[in-house]
């Protein structure tokens, strides 16, 4: 990017502000010299006095927002902050801090950023989208706010995850974020106590619902296609009854897919990849039972299926090793309460309302717990997972930390230290019996920006479900022994980049190999995608 903004304009631009690091001579040229403090930075110097502040914060909202107030005045810094340590500010721009920022988003909010679309503004779309100032918009990640992680209906201040989620495209797998635009449709919310709230920002109305809605989503995906004829759409948090139809009607006819449905399946799919190189299995002998059965569980079954068809295995006996326990029970044959998406994975089994009944009578080498209800998977239920495996996967991956299954150090002690462990959000490591286990983070972030970055390299036309399945084992290729030792099933964090552009560039020889790309195949694809990388320092 290149700008002819000068003087204190210049200084009010986050994508072209230094800050105290403009040195003397440009100060000069550009007319802003006498607008900062005489002596000049180097970046380095300005992340750690980035790093001093945020040291003095007693909470992560705190964190939270000094680093979107960074984000809107210096966005090389804010990213540069990120990049030195991600393992360290993933939990604080995402989860599971964004969700407390989303449910005080009204209280909390600084400045715009992104685009909103009300539906109120129906006929109009393409005309508000052209208000935004970058015309190469390569990546949208949307939300209509109506299932925030594990939160529900959180109106417009769902924006918290289109924005963090995108942040984490850059910081994690160099998606440059000029190209990025976080989005959220307004078509009212159901919560009355934001509806109530004198301070909220959003449409006072019920959602809309039907035709009406989808005739919004429609016109939102053809003014993205006008305006943006390059760009991804990525959605984000829509609830069930839209979310699984939403991406059913774009999937092959745009170049979009749903983080919750296929990114939670991806990262759950390398989780269990990983899972069985300790526990000494092959991945169709795996049986999975979840908790949910919502478009997050059906994902994840949909390609666990599909990765064990990959190895030989009938496709309906593949998807009778996935099993859904919702909250009235097995998810069986015989039900009359279940929806269509959810009808592939009806089992023929007796009635059975108690989680962990079904574990005994299921026998699954794997739960998975998506359900956003803490403390379901309880002692009876891991007691049970250790009576029927020798090694017993646990996967609570419900968001935020709040809403998770269960906890590690529950999941560790009440198996005697036999699980293999991971969840949607973080925990410290635990001992027991004098061995110290290293909880991972099933987090989706291994997959949505490494998937982004090989979408833009490429510049994909459609994003598969092969695609994610390419991720995941990507993802579970880069697991060491000695990570398996600690009870590591995901790279580590602090590795995210490196591991992520490994998995980008296995994404992208699957779009050439496909005939997917927008573009000639690349000499060498690594260097290729390595070289389009974003980093984080003034040009």
């Known amino acids: 990017m290149s700008t002819s903004l000068t003087g204190y304009s210049l200084l009010r631009d986050p994508r072209f502000n230094r800050g105290t690091a403009f040195p003397l001579e440009e100060r000069r040229a550009l007319g802003i010299e006498g607008l900062l403090p005489p002596a000049p930075s180097s970046l380095e110097h300005q992340i750690a006095r980035i790093h001093l502040e945020l040291s003095r914060l007693e909470t992560d909202l705190l964190k939270y927002l000094l680093l979107s107030d960074l984000q809107a005045r210096n966005e090389t810094l804010y990213y540069a902050v990120l990049m030195s340590d991600p393992a360290a500010f993933m939990p604080i721009v995402y989860t599971p801090t964004v969700g407390e920022a989303c449910q005080k988003f ?13 539906i109120s503004a129906k006929g109009r779309l393409n005309e508000l989208l052209s208000h935004w100032p970058v015309k190469d918009v390569r990546f949208i990640v949307v939300t209509d706010g109506e299932r925030i992680l594990g939160l529900g209906d959180l109106g417009v201040g769902g924006m918290g995850i289109p924005i963090g989620k995108l942040s984490l495209y850059t910081a994690c797998a160099g998606v440059p974020p000029e190209v990025c635009l976080p989005v959220t449709l307004d078509v009212g919310t159901n919560n009355t106590t934001l509806r109530e709230d004198p301070l909220y920002l959003g449409l006072r109305q019920d959602r809309v619902r039907g035709e009406a809605y989808h005739a919004f989503i429609d016109e939102f995906v053809d003014a993205v296609q006008e305006r943006f004829p390059n760009c991804c759409i990525q959605w984000e948090d829509f609830a069930n009854i839209n979310a699984v ?19 939670t399946a991806a990262i759950a799919l390398a989780g269990i990849l990983g899972a069985i190189r300790i526990t000494g299995q092959k991945l169709v002998d795996q049986r999975v039972l979840f908790l949910g059965a919502g478009s997050a569980a059906t994902g994840i079954a949909e390609i666990v299926s599909l990765a064990m068809t990959q190895e030989g295995m009938d496709a309906a006996a593949a998807r009778a090793r996935n099993v859904l326990f919702d909250v009235n029970g097995l998810v069986t ?49 891991i007691e049970a997972m250790s009576d029927v495996n020798e090694r017993p996967v646990i996967f609570p991956y419900s968001n935020p930390t709040s809403r998770s ?52 390299a490429t510049r994909a036309r ?7 399945i390419v991720a995941a084992r990507a993802v579970a290729s880069q697991v060491s022994d000695d990570d398996l030792a600690r009870g590591l099933i995901y790279p580590p964090q602090s590795n995210i980049f490196d591991a992520s552009l490994e998995v980008a560039v296995k994404v992208a020889e699957y779009v050439f190999d496909h005939g997917l790309a927008g ?9 290729a995608i390595a070289g389009m990388a974003y980093k984080a320092e003034y040009r």
């Open 462 to 468: 459609r994003v598969t479900q092969d695609m994610f």
């Open 333 to 381: 044959t015989a039900r009359k309460d279940i929806a269509d998406f959810q009808r592939a994975f009806a089992i023929d089994h007796v009635p059975v309302d108690d989680f962990a009944e079904a574990v005994r009578a299921i026998r699954p080498t794997v739960i998975i717990g998506v359900s956003a209800v803490p403390k379901l998977f309880n002692r009876a239920v």
């Open 245 to 263: 139809p939403i991406l059913a009607r774009f999937r092959d006819k745009v170049c979009t897919y749903n983080d919750d449905i296929q990114g």
């Open 519 to 527: 573009v000639e195949r690349f000499d060498d694809i690594r260097e």
């Open 106 to 118: 009204d209280h909390i909010f600084r400045a715009a950023r992104g685009v909103y679309l009300p």
């Open 405 to 456: 299954e269960c906890t590690a150090e529950e999941a560790y002690r009440w198996s005697q230290g036999k699980a293999v462990f991971a969840s949607g959000s973080p925990f410290p490591p635990v001992t027991v019996d004098g061995v110290e286990f290293v909880p991972g983070q099933g987090n989706n972030v291994y997959i949505f920006p490494a998937m982004g970055m090989a979408v833009y």
